[in-house]
Structure formats: structure tokens, C-alpha cells
């Protein structure tokens, strides 16, 4: 008996959980905790504007500014989890956002480049390929010592096609793709969505992950 696609609905359901939940923690960040924080935040300003005594009124300043601090982390940590833009403009501005949080965190550079006209996907699809492509970004950042890297979003007749490129120090892929759960989830991704992951790397060349979706 065939059980691929019971086990294909059953990791679908998983991952769409996930991202329930990755979005209401999200949502929760950014409204609850964060409008919290930033309520707090101007009364510490209220009561630095009325404190007269210097001292006190220096450490009520640091606390106010330590608390600003954690409101910016809090609202980016939002971001990372899960990009507004992502549902209200798309996957090209969600990506653009994301990769200026990327490089101030990481400190690496990335360069985008998109050919052809743009065609308007699936939000599931939208989410897969975000989720991928913040992978892909992470594992660079912490693995691949480099500080550049490009991707390339290739819209054609029938398909898109997205290049993640670093030029870092590569590694072996067989055994990479036996010890790393990142590397097996976003081939499992692209499988959920009808999509295509290839990976290919040579030590000392770098690495280069290939994403390929239909289009109807």
C-alpha cells in the first residue's frame, strides 16, 4: 500500500501548524509584549521629565534607553518570525526586508536580483519559499565564513526559479545532508508545495541551493 501521500498530508499538516503558531507569537510580540514594553517606555520618559535630582535622573534615562533597546529586539525578533509584508505586498518585498535585518544581524551582504515579470503566488507557497530562502541564510551565516552572497530570482513561462549563492568555504554534501535537519526540512518544504530543492557545493568554492516552483 501506497503511504506517501498520507505521510505527505501528515508533514504538510505539521509545517502549516508551525506556521500557525510562529505567526501568532509574532503577532503577540509585536502587539502584546512589544505595546507593553513601549507604554512602559514613555512613562520612564514622563517620570525622567519630572525628576529634578541628577543622579536619579541619569539612572531613570539609562533604564528608558536599555528599554527602547529591547523594544527595537522585540519588533525585529516579530519581523524575522514572521514578515507583515510576506501577506500584504509578497514574497520579493518580504525578502528585501528581510535581508536588512539580515545584514545588520550578520553583517553580510547580500545582493538581489530579479529577471522577468513578477507573478503573483499562493500564500502557502509565498511562506515556503521565505521560509527556505531564511534557511539557506541562516546555515551562510553560521557555517559558510563568507561575507557576500546573491540570490537570484528568475520568474519564467510556467516557473519560478531562485538561486541562493555564497562563495564560502562549501562542505561535503552527502554528509551533510546526512547530519543536518536544516538541509532535509527545506527539501521536505519544496516537496509539500510540488517544488524542487537541488544542493550543490565543492570545499573551497562555496555552495549554491537551487529552488524551483511551477507556475500555473
Known amino acids: 500500500m501506497d503511504t506517501q501521500p498520507v505521510e505527505k498530508n501528515i508533514s504538510s499538516y505539521i509545517i502549516q501548524s508551525q506556521e500557525d503558531e510562529i505567526k501568532r507569537i509574532a503577532l503577540e510580540l509585536h502587539e502584546g509584549v512589544g505595546q507593553t514594553l513601549y507604554s512602559l517606555y514613555n512613562g520612564l520618559q514622563l517620570i525622567e521629565s519630572a525628576i529634578e535630582q541628577p543622579a536619579m535622573k541619569g539612572y531613570v534615562g539609562e533604564m528608558a534607553q536599555m528599554l527602547e533597546k529591547s523594544i527595537q529586539e522585540i519588533r525585529l525578533l516579530a519581523v524575522e518570525l514572521h514578515p507583515p509584508t510576506l501577506i500584504t505586498?509578497?514574497?520579493?518585498?518580504?525578502?528585501?526586508?528581510?535581508?536588512?535585518?539580515?545584514?545588520?544581524?550578520?553583517?553580510?551582504?547580500?545582493?538581489l536580483e530579479s529577471s522577468g515579470e513578477e507573478v503573483r503566488?499562493?500564500?502557502?507557497?509565498r511562506i515556503t519559499l521565505f521560509r527556505v530562502c531564511q534557511?539557506?541564510?541562516?546555515n551562510i551565516?553560521?557555517?559558510?565564513?563568507?561575507?557576500?552572497?546573491?540570490?537570484?530570482?528568475?520568474?519564467?513561462?510556467?516557473?519560478?526559479?531562485?538561486?541562493?549563492?555564497?562563495?564560502?568555504?562549501?562542505?561535503?554534501?552527502?554528509?551533510?545532508?546526512?547530519?543536518?535537519?536544516?538541509?532535509?526540512?527545506?527539501?521536505?518544504?519544496?516537496?509539500l508545495i510540488g517544488g524542487k530543492w537541488t544542493l550543490s557545493s565543492k570545499i573551497g568554492e562555496g555552495t549554491t541551493i537551487k529552488l524551483d516552483l511551477p507556475l500555473v
Open 135 to 138: 534557511e539557506a541564510l541562516a
Open 141 to 191: 551565516a553560521r557555517y559558510a565564513d563568507t561575507m557576500k552572497v546573491k540570490i537570484t530570482f528568475k520568474w519564467k513561462l510556467g516557473c519560478l526559479s531562485i538561486l541562493v549563492i555564497d562563495e564560502g568555504k562549501g562542505f561535503d554534501v552527502e554528509k551533510g545532508m546526512n547530519q543536518s535537519t536544516g538541509l532535509a526540512a527545506m527539501r521536505e518544504r519544496m516537496h
Open 121 to 125: 503566488i499562493s500564500e502557502r507557497e
Open 89 to 111: 505586498l509578497g514574497l520579493l518585498p518580504a525578502i528585501k526586508s528581510y535581508l536588512k535585518l539580515y545584514t545588520s544581524t550578520y553583517g553580510v551582504v547580500v545582493d
